[in-house]
């Protein structure tokens, strides 16, 4: 899943090109999202969850990021001012068979409520196409075109910033931008399987993050924060190993697997895989 921003600008200047410094609507762009999916976020992706008690937010995605620079630690800060993001505070373990120990502290941060929440606010006020799946980018004299799946045809463009999976990003680039084409055909997106499980109940609250070694069946645990739910992504090795699976089959699977690390989990409420 990813995103593909078209900027209409008579202007972008030097200093925004190299670097975003400032935002591309004050250096004159008109900027426009068209996302394939359902909401706009990519990998910041939430889903709800099901117990009897309501519906649960659980982060199936990314559950957090680091902010290791000075541009993007000022762009948090806005974000933190602004009440979106908040830092993530866990009680982290590793898995080091056959316990779990303590992990080291890490600076991370994460949307307020859920990372869904994060990208809505970035996308705000900005004109947003969603279910717009790109198959082309023809040029047209008047710049950059988007032909999307279901005929629509959307043009005008100076430039186009492609946040997709390498495989797609040089698929749509082939006719249109070879150089860059090979490049994103050089790289290789890792596959995660995720689980997404609720129980009844959950004795392991304890444990809010847990990191495997990256053998195995599972590679991060993390509880929600908003009840005894857990989203478990496998490794890179066993999602690719069980790429095409179905998605019943991994949720049973990663479920064991997660049962195994936690014996205090309770009955199983709702179980989701998603790749």
């Given at each position: 899943?990813?995103?593909?921003?078209?900027?209409?600008?008579?202007?972008?200047?030097?200093?925004?090109?190299?670097?975003?410094?400032?935002?591309?609507?004050?250096?004159?762009?008109?900027?426009?999202?068209?996302?394939k999916g359902?909401?706009?976020?990519?990998?910041?992706?939430?889903?709800?969850?099901?117990?009897?008690?309501?519906?649960?937010?659980?982060?199936?995605?990314?559950?957090?990021?680091?902010?290791?620079?000075?541009?993007?630690?000022?762009?948090?800060?806005?974000?933190?001012?602004?009440?979106?993001?908040?830092?993530?505070?866990?009680?982290?373990?590793?898995?080091?068979p056959p316990?779990?120990?303590?992990?080291?502290?890490?600076?991370?941060?994460?949307?307020?409520?859920?990372?869904?929440?994060?990208?809505?606010?970035?996308?705000?006020?900005?004109?947003?196409?969603?279910?717009?799946?790109?198959?082309?980018?023809?040029?047209?004299?008047?710049?950059?075109?988007?032909?999307?799946?279901?005929?629509?045809?959307?043009?005008?463009?100076?430039?186009?910033?492609?946040?997709?999976?390498?495989?797609?990003?040089?698929?749509?680039?082939?006719?249109?931008?070879?150089?860059?084409?090979?490049?994103?055909?050089?790289?290789?997106?890792?596959?995660?399987?995720?689980?997404?499980?609720?129980?009844?109940?959950?004795?392991?609250?304890?444990?809010?993050?847990?990191?495997?070694?990256?053998?195995?069946?599972?590679?991060?645990?993390?509880?929600?924060?908003?009840?005894?739910a857990w989203?478990?992504?496998?490794?890179?090795?066993?999602?690719?190993?069980?790429?095409?699976?179905?998605?019943?089959?991994?949720?049973?699977?990663?479920?064991?697997?997660?049962?195994?690390?936690?014996?205090?989990?309770?009955?199983?409420?709702?179980?989701?895989?998603?790749?």
């Amino acid at each position: 899943m990813g995103a593909l921003y078209a900027l209409d600008c008579d202007y972008w200047c030097r200093d925004c090109r190299p670097s975003l410094r400032c935002a591309p609507q004050a250096a004159g762009a008109q900027l426009q999202i068209f996302d394939k999916g359902r909401a706009p976020g990519g990998r910041l992706a939430t889903r709800e969850l099901q117990l009897p008690s309501g519906a649960i937010g659980v982060d199936h995605g990314a559950q957090y990021f680091a902010a290791r620079t000075p541009l993007f630690q000022a762009q948090c800060e806005r974000w933190r001012t602004a009440g979106v993001l908040a830092p993530w505070r866990v009680a982290e373990r590793e898995m080091v068979p056959p316990s779990l120990r303590p992990a080291p502290a890490a600076a991370r941060l994460r949307g307020v409520a859920d990372m869904r929440n994060l990208a809505a606010h970035c996308a705000q006020g900005l004109p947003l196409h969603l279910h717009a799946e790109v198959l082309s980018l023809p040029r047209r004299p008047t710049g950059w075109a988007l032909q999307l799946a279901d005929g629509r045809e959307y043009s005008g463009f100076d430039y186009l910033l492609l946040a997709l999976p390498a495989e797609q990003t040089a698929a749509l680039l082939v006719g249109v931008a070879p150089g860059l084409s090979a490049q994103a055909a050089a790289a290789r997106t890792a596959p995660c399987w995720a689980g997404l499980f609720a129980f009844t109940h959950d004795h392991a609250a304890k444990h809010h993050a847990i990191r495997g070694s990256g053998e195995g069946t599972l590679r991060w645990l993390a509880r929600s924060a908003h009840g005894p739910a857990w989203v478990a992504h496998a490794t890179p090795a066993w999602s690719r190993a069980h790429r095409e699976q179905s998605a019943s089959w991994v949720s049973a699977t990663l479920e064991r697997a997660l049962r195994a690390i936690l014996p205090g989990l309770g009955a199983s409420v709702q179980a989701v895989a998603h790749r």
